[in-house]
């Protein structure tokens, strides 16, 4: 039988209503603070993707070093960078040094704009982890806070460290001039071709002001222009609605999937099998399922022969699997 594009477009308006759900569920199990106090940004999809972008998946990575950094760090600062660097390359998780900002602190849907996010990683992608102790006491995630901070940009295979500085230097442009210097083909994505730069450069405290207000500010490093990749008017950060509009268009290919799906079982397809499907949060990943037979098909990852699959691409994207297995884990729990 013939799919009928009504049905998989009436399949994917509900498939996106699920999505909903799936991240409020994500925001609920990971503890995120979401007051909705926002009308306009008050989506759980906003909410999850920003702390699912800026969460630095744990594997293993080598750290390497800008021109510019330090070469002798002593003392406290020296011996926690080195414990960092031995946790990074066991593939340890990280996050716990990027601070509260992560999933208490920081809030797409909240009232203050210069806490819906972290600014700086919005515009350059840089992140910072507090050179500390890790947490030590029971039920504790985070480390210590730190007067120092390590100031990065995450790779899939290394972490680029670009400098050591307090929390002041956030608007400092030494970190997007370091970035340039040692990863001048990684930070050409950044460059603007055909400008010429201006003779008055913004001050750090012009770009935490225009920060605030949701205005990017761009930086000039050897008389070449670089733009940031962008906050929007709502102070949020513009690669998470380009994520977001990626998971809603992915979910046409979805909503074919499981037309496919219940044709090859079941020989037919009738509006009223709508009802019965959804998108769901299941201990093996996202699935698609059918609450009348009883099953559920699991959406591919990005392996194997999969790699390049957009459906599989969309189901890591949506959920990593590294919370897959947080997930399987409390399923197990709460069921034993």
């Given at each position: ?225 670089y733009v940031p990749g962008g906050i929007t008017t709502a ?102």
């Open positions: 039988m013939e799919d009928k594009p009504p049905f998989r477009d009436e399949l994917a308006i509900k498939f996106r209503a699920d999505i909903e759900t799936i991240a409020a569920s994500l925001i609920r199990f990971c503890g995120l603070t979401h007051s909705m106090a926002i009308q306009h940004l008050d989506r759980a999809l906003l909410r999850w993707l920003d702390f699912r972008l800026r969460f630095v998946d744990p594997k293993p990575r080598p750290l390497v070093y800008s021109r510019s950094f330090p070469k002798r760090l002593s003392g406290e600062v020296g011996r926690e960078l080195g414990a960092f660097e031995q946790r990074s390359l066991a593939g340890e998780d990280l996050n716990p040094f990027q601070g509260k900002g992560l999933t208490k602190h920081h809030d797409t849907s909240g009232t203050k704009r210069q806490h819906r996010t972290d600014l700086l990683w919005a515009e350059w992608g840089i992140h910072h982890f507090h050179l500390a102790p890790p947490a030590n006491g029971a039920g504790q995630y985070y480390s210590g806070r730190s007067k120092q901070l390590l100031f990065v940009v995450v790779f899939d295979n290394a972490i680029a460290c670009l400098d050591i500085g307090t929390h002041g230097a956030m608007e400092n442009r030494a970190l997007v001039e370091a970035f340039v210097h040692s990863w001048p083909k990684e930070a050409e994505r950044f460059r603007l071709k055909g400008v010429l730069p201006s003779t008055s450069p913004f001050q750090e405290e012009d770009i935490k002001k225009l920060r605030v207000a949701g205005v990017s500010s761009y930086v000039v490093v050897d008389g070449a222009v102070s949020t950060p513009t690669r998470v609605t380009l994520a977001s509009n990626q998971v809603a268009m992915g979910v046409n290919a979805i909503a074919q999937i499981g037309i496919s799906e219940v044709i090859r079982d079941r020989g037919d397809w009738g509006e009223v099998d709508l009802p019965h499907l959804s998108l769901a949060l299941t201990p093996r990943g996202i699935g698609i399922c059918d609450d009348r037979s009883n099953k559920c098909w699991r959406l591919p990852r990005a392996t194997g022969k999969w790699t390049n699959h957009p459906v599989a691409r969309w189901h890591d994207l949506m959920l990593p699997e590294w919370i897959e297995g947080k997930v399987a884990e409390a399923v197990a729990k709460a069921s034993g």
